[in-house]
């Protein structure tokens, strides 16, 4: 069920019988030369859509911007600033909660998203708002990283992951025609975060984190959604089932 294909008497049926709506959340941002730029958003909104069809709830429009200011030394990257990002994501909220949504998830697809949108709740409780705000990234998720650590052991990485690439190459296979598949050096780095433009570049040259993104195929990427779907949706039900107060 998609919000942007529905009509607002829909939303107000809709309410009647139910109070949760999902956000998939990402990024714009480099992925090294391998990965897309949209590669966050484009997880993200699968995941949540997927997981929406599922559980027959409704799923808002992905927000394709995040806070990717370390990324910002490599072309094609747009970021929110920490500020910005805080307020856009309280701003998404309180919509919701004003049309009397209670239940606010947002399925996110990139880590530097998860300390903005948490201050933001934290800000949201502190106006005394009532409600559950929870954000949800697939990629940390326990489940999915075991599912990536069987194929891609010790290569997945923090950015620019195989797992990732798999998944857009699966979703997306005509974009990888244009993109390089050899592989190259992994270093390891011992780097302290968060870090500027300049310190990311300095530390990972080529965008990648560790990680082997040549790796990537549209069957881990089918094995990997599966997983994260199957595990996400499994939260999105405890969470359906929590107490208001
Ligand atoms: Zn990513």
Redesign the pocket.
């Given at each position: 069920m998609l919000l942007e294909n529905m009509s607002y008497v829909e939303v107000e049926a809709y309410l009647i019988e139910k109070d949760i709506v999902l956000v998939p959340l990402?990024?714009t941002?480099q992925?090294s030369p391998y990965?897309l730029i949209g590669?966050?958003f484009i997880?993200a909104e699968a995941v949540a859509r997927e997981v929406g069809k599922r559980l027959d709830i409704l799923v808002a429009p992905t927000l394709c911007y995040g806070m990717s200011q370390h990324h910002m030394g490599f072309k094609g990257t747009v970021t929110l600033s920490p500020e910005t990002m805080v307020s856009v994501a309280r701003d998404i909220v309180v919509s919701f909660l004003d049309h009397g949504f209670k239940r606010i998830v947002f399925i996110n697809?990139?880590?530097g998203n998860i300390e903005p949108v948490k201050t933001a709740f934290s800000q949201l409780k502190y106006e005394n708002r009532k409600g559950i705000f929870e954000i949800i990234s697939w990629?940390l998720l326990p489940e999915v990283q075991e599912v990536e650590r069987d194929i891609f052991e010790d290569k997945n990485g923090y950015?620019?992951?195989p797992s990732?690439v798999s998944i857009t190459k699966l979703l997306r296979p005509e974009a990888f025609k244009t993109k390089p598949s050899e592989k190259k050096r992994i270093t390891r780095n011992n780097v302290y975060f968060p870090l500027s433009r300049e310190e990311f570049k300095q530390a990972y040259p080529d965008g990648r984190m560790e990680s082997a993104p040549w790796l990537a195929k549209e069957k881990y990427g089918k094995l990997i959604l599966e997983e994260a779907v199957r595990t996400v949706a499994h939260r999105v039900r405890e969470i359906m089932k929590m107490k208001l107060l």
């Open positions: 990402g990024s941002e992925h990965g590669t966050d997880t697809g990139h880590g990629f950015h620019a992951t990732e």
